[in-house]
């Protein structure tokens, strides 16, 4: 069982910044791939980016790609996602998603909300 919580959400002006936080417990060996996901209102789930545990491979959407950043605290087990330069489309709630061996596993979300 793994166990995943974000934090660092909120309401931030365009062009401003925040930094999320995952943090991680349980059977955090079995999970090699930690992913961010978002969700605007009324729209799907979409991909934001990803790291890769075992070798610090990491990716980005296109959407996000220059202005985010994820990195990991392993001694802490927490997964970051430093956010800059926010846009109005970037509103949404952020989720933390852990997939590796077994079912993989979703936080509860942080809901992000960038102001004009």
């Known amino acids: 069982q793994v166990q995943l919580l974000e934090s660092g959400g909120g309401v931030v002006q365009a062009g401003g910044s925040l930094r999320l936080s995952c943090s991680v417990s349980?059977?955090?060996?079995?999970?090699?791939?930690m992913y961010w996901y978002r969700q605007a209102p009324g729209k799907g789930r979409e991909y934001v980016g990803e790291?890769?545990?075992?070798?610090?491979?990491?990716d980005y959407a296109n959407s996000v790609k220059g202005r985010f950043t994820i990195s990991e605290d392993n001694a802490k087990n927490t997964v970051f996602l430093q956010m800059n330069n926010l846009e109005l489309d970037d509103t949404a709630v952020y989720y933390c998603?852990?997939?590796?061996?077994?079912?993989?596993?979703w936080g509860p979300g942080t809901q992000v909300t960038v102001s004009s």
């Open positions: 998603h852990a997939d590796g061996v077994g079912p993989d596993y």
């Open positions: 790291i890769r545990r075992s070798d610090g491979h990491i």
């Open positions: 349980g059977r955090t060996a079995d999970m090699d791939y």
